[in-house]
């Protein structure tokens, strides 16, 4: 049952994440100033399925467990929002509509922390990282808004 | 804790759905041959809110019960892939790759109702329409496929 469980999460992990792929970084993110701290870009999709792994893992345990219910729902929840980001800084070029994808996928992390934390301390500790990447994700997203302010104030008409 | 629940639940159907605002249809969408069968654009979103009721409630109620695992895995599967062909078809204009994903979709909410049903008849029925729907979704995206085979055998380059 584990190992269905996960493939099913795992499955909605690549479901939100093959946007990365979609909407890749290409001239318009590298002619941006970026912040110091910025990693290079293969760090991203490595980073990523480490945390989809821990995602999956703790979205299984989860759902073995009785009274779950806060907690799958914020797991349903948080892929929801991670699948929205690329699409709206990539695909739109909308660095402060990204910031706020990107808050508010934080504070859904952070509310999926505290209810599998509540239910089970391993997956709550597997999402430790994931908050921490979205911290990180949001800071670049902060600084790339203030060290390209005119960009940011013009993003480019929607794709139509 | 079922109107928390439901809270949740159709938070990530929002977040989803926020997509069919971002990338809107346009004039690439105008100028498309449609299938005789194609719905007005307002239906679409006034479909969407009335199915996300129905995820939302099939969610929460499926949450409060025992044994959910399956259930809960596959609501969170659906919704990652829900929010994945907008920013495909509308965005990418790509009306193939649009295809794979509202198959995958239409898989996805099929489990997720086989599921649901098991648990919960009433939360099993919920997913009909959805079911219905995204397969009248697929049927568009086959049909405009099939009625412009010239456009969709050459996709805009992606954004860079």
Redesign the interface.
């Known amino acids: ?1 584990f190992w ?2 996960f493939c ?2 795992f ?3 690549l ?2 994440g ?2 990365g792929g ?3 970084p ?3 993110y590298r002619a941006l100033n970026k912040p110091w701290f910025t990693p290079p870009n293969w760090v991203f999709p490595v980073t990523w399925m480490v945390l989809y792994v821990c995602m999956a893992v703790a ?2 345990r989860a ?2 467990m ?1 009274n ?3 907690a ?6 948080q ?6 980001w690329t ?2 800084f ?4 909308n660095i402060r ?1 990204g910031m706020v994808v990107v808050s ?1 996928l934080w504070v859904t992390v952070l509310c999926g922390l505290l209810a599998l934390w509540q239910l089970d301390v391993i997956a709550g500790v597997l999402f430790v990282p994931y908050l921490v990447w979205v911290s990180i994700a949001a800071a670049l997203n902060a600084g790339v808004w203030r060290l390209n302010p005119e960009v940011a104030r013009n993003p480019p008409p ?3």
Chains 1, 2 share one sequence.
Not at 72 to 77: C, K, N, Q, R, T
Not at 79 to 84: E, H, S
Not at 90 to 93: N, P, T, Y
Request: aromatic share 14%; net charge neutral; with cysteine.
């Open positions: 049952m269905l469980l099913i999460f499955a909605a992990c479901g939100a093959i946007t979609l909407f890749a290409g001239p318009w979205g299984a759902a073995m009785e779950n219910g806060i799958m729902a914020f797991w349903a929840l892929i929801a929002f991670n699948g929205l699409p709206v990539f695909g739109l070029k509509l508010l929607a794709p139509s």
